[in-house]
């Protein structure tokens, strides 16, 4: 599995957001995954993630799972998660997507949120499409390698 790059500002993966998640993807070119540790500051109420930060962990994943396949990078368009159990904080989590099908432009994607022993906390699904190629090229110049190694990331790299 290779690391995905990051936007050091970004709320999911960016290591310079102080009050972001810190997540570090991977793939192996046929899923994305990450591995999350939420603390008390995500709380929604006692002992339970806030299910918006589920749902950014879950949609993040996604996004990042059509960039792998189509060597595009995406926005979301639409994102419906549904939460089966109890998410808690300071407890290990694991996500995982993939891209279903690629039509008219539009990525279709598929998430799931598992705790340690691999229960299903939540499941998601989402649409996402292409940014414009000027913007892409901005955005490009934005992301790093991970672990930094001072090279400039492209589309070889997603």
């Known amino acids: ?29 046929e899923k994305v995954y990450a591995a999350f540790k939420p ?6 109420y006692e002992n339970t993630l806030h299910g918006g ?9 996604m996004g990042w799972s059509c960039s792998i396949k189509t060597k595009k990078l995406y926005y979301t368009v639409e994102l419906t998660v549904r939460y089966k159990k109890h998410i808690k904080v300071n407890e290990q989590l694991f996500v ?16 799931v949120l598992k705790d340690k022993d691999g229960k299903i906390l939540a499941t998601a699904s989402g649409k996402y499409l292409p940014i414009d190629e ?4 901005k955005v490009y110049s ?3 390698h991970e672990p930094e190694d ?6 070889d790299d997603i």
């Open 1 to 29: 599995m290779r690391n995905l790059p990051r936007y050091k500002k970004c709320f999911v993966c960016g290591k310079e957001n102080p009050i972001g998640l810190n997540i570090t993807f991977k793939t192996d070119e």
């Open 39 to 44: 603390d008390a500051k995500y709380m929604g």
């Open 53 to 61: 930060i589920a749902a950014s962990l879950l949609d993040e994943t």
């Open 142 to 144: 934005l992301l790093h």
């Open 96 to 111: 995982e997507a993939f891209m279903v099908k690629n039509r008219h432009l539009v990525g279709y994607a598929q998430a």
């Open 150 to 155: 001072e090279k400039p990331v492209t589309k």
């Open 134 to 137: 000027q913007e892409e090229d």
